[in-house]
């Protein structure tokens, strides 16, 4: 969600001028393109006018679909230009809400670990884990920052390895780097060396520490497969009839959703996810494509576009977790079935 493209390359004012014009254009999608409009912002320096945006989300009077997300954000700009006190308040707002998302809780800890609170840092990088990892499961791919963060600052605090610990260590995707060798608080200190040969080390340990970063960054998340509810798609199909060859019925799609997310996890694709599309939002995106809703090719890159803008819920759904597809009842007792 969050640019990191370097100031000097774009020009983040515009950038984010243009981003809320779309905002107005698509209000369906306001939330995630005033994020990164605010972005642009802080990336740009005007840290204020990013807040500026962070509270026109928070006092607008559609309902946010992640309110905690905003509000982290809100503290993490705050404390970067000297509002300290009003971003500590923020934060323990959003630790005492529990939010059931990761993201906050990372934004929030990562807050905390900037401004050298690293013991409150692994307070809440450890409360966010506790609450969201499941004994037994598969962490999921959206917590993993959770861990690696925990882990980097237990590093920075030198405290043992905890099972945890070494889960992030497990699900770490460099090779050529151990997580304990990129989070080694004596790193810094090879930065200020005068041995060349230090000097090569460090900057290949970035190196590869900026790949990893970057393939999480460019890794779809996740792998989306397109869900229209029963009334969209009997909509959809209205207004569009040549699309009921994509579309014979709506059980027959449900079905199809559910075959095609186990055949892609049976081949080992991982980070599998559901978006919902709705007939506005996907004729606003034909339209930004310069294509016709007919057009049959368009539904995966809406799903894609959809799963980039962070409207992907992940597949399948954790035990007890009611099921996708929108019946009311717990996946394992319907489409999580057999």
């Not at 925990?150 to 050529?176: F, P, Y």
């Not at 991982?270 to 939002?281: A, D, E, F, H, M």
């Not at 368009?298 to 597949?315: E, I, N």
Request: with cysteine; proline share 7%.
């Amino acid at each position: 969600m969050r640019p990191d493209t370097p100031a000097e390359n774009v020009d983040h004012h515009a950038e984010a001028a243009r981003l809320e014009r779309t905002a107005g254009l698509y209000p369906e999608d306001a939330e995630a393109l005033l994020l990164q409009a605010a972005a642009h912002l802080e990336l740009s320096g005007d840290r204020p006018a990013a807040t500026a945006l962070y509270d026109r989300l928070l006092t607008s009077s559609d309902t946010l679909e992640e309110p905690y997300l905003v509000r982290a954000l809100k503290a993490s700009n705050l404390w970067e230009y000297g509002h300290e006190a009003e971003a500590r308040a923020i934060i323990d707002g959003v630790r005492a809400a529990s939010p059931r998302d990761p993201a906050p809780w990372v934004i929030v800890a990562e807050a905390l670990e900037s401004h050298d609170e690293l013991e409150a840092a692994q307070e809440t990088f450890t409360e966010g884990a506790r609450l969201l990892l499941t004994e037994g499961t598969e962490a999921p791919y959206s917590t993993h920052p959770l861990l690696f963060g925990r882990h980097r600052v237990r590093r920075m605090l030198g405290v043992g390895h905890d099972e945890w610990d070494m889960l992030a260590d497990t699900l770490h995707s460099s090779s050529s780097v151990s997580l304990d060798e990129l989070h080694d608080p004596k790193r810094i200190w090879s930065l200020g060396s005068n041995n060349p040969a230090e000097l090569e080390a460090e900057i290949s340990r970035l190196q590869a520490e900026l790949g990893a970063y970057r393939e999480a960054l460019s890794r779809p998340f996740p792998v989306a497969v397109l869900h229209w509810p029963a009334a969209e798609l009997a909509e959809l199909v209205a207004a569009y009839p040549s699309l009921s060859a994509e579309y014979p019925s709506h059980e027959e799609h449900l079905a199809t959703i559910e075959a095609s997310l186990r055949e892609l996890a049976a081949s080992g694709t991982p980070n599998l996810g559901i978006v919902t599309g709705t007939v506005p939002s996907y004729e606003a995106f034909a339209a930004s494509e310069g294509a016709s809703p007919e057009d049959a090719a368009l539904l995966p890159q809406y799903a894609t576009t959809l799963a980039a803008r962070g409207r992907a819920v992940a597949w399948p759904p954790q035990r007890g977790v009611a099921c996708w597809c929108g019946s009311g009842r717990v996946y394992g007792e319907c489409h999580g079935v057999g």
